[in-house]
């Protein structure tokens, strides 16, 4: 008897929504804890090619902690494409501007590089304060300290 790996379906997935509060919490473990949920490898069914993800919404931003030195020596760069485009701004800078974009690019650079990548970052909703547009969705809260530490 032959045995067959079982590749889930899109119709197979129904993505739950969750709610993480970042109040606290250090940027890199909530952005993994994050893309893997997105990518959804907690997930039984499991499969590369497939968005078996759920919904994440991430609330206080602003609140998220860089260890370390990195407030003042991460950097951030963004090139417009024209010759001395390049522009470079420190992780405080950022964090003060738009906390959102931190938690964006952190999770953005731990998703695959292509159209399921994509798709997947578009299922990451993160605001600045405690509020949210996304009650009708009635997402779970989701313990970070739990998995974290």
């Known amino acids: 008897m032959k045995k067959y790996t079982y590749s889930a379906k899109k119709r ?5 929504w969750w ?4 109040d606290g919490v250090v940027l890199g473990r ?3 804890l994050v893309a893997m949920r997105l990518r959804g490898k907690h997930n039984p069914l499991y499969t590369p090619h497939v968005d ?6 991430v609330i206080n931003a602003d609140k998220v902690v860089l260890t370390g030195r990195k407030l003042q020596q991460k950097t951030y760069y ?3 494409g024209y010759i001395g485009g390049l522009k470079a701004t420190t992780a405080e800078k950022l964090l003060e501007k738009r906390p959102s974009d931190v938690i964006r690019l952190a999770v953005k650079g731990m998703l695959p590089k292509n159209r399921l ?9 993160v605001y600045e304060g405690s509020r949210h547009p996304h009650e009708a969705q009635k997402p779970e809260p989701f313990d970070v300290k739990r998995y974290i530490g």
Do not use: E, M, N, T
Request: charged letters at 25%; hydrophobic letters at 35%.
């Open 12 to 16: 197979d997935i129904s993505g739950k």
């Open 19 to 22: 709610l993480i509060d970042a």
């Open 30 to 32: 909530l952005a993994s």
């Open 52 to 57: 078996c993800g759920d919904f994440i919404v």
């Open 78 to 80: 963004r090139y417009s």
């Open 117 to 125: 990548g994509y798709s997947l970052y578009r299922k990451l909703k």
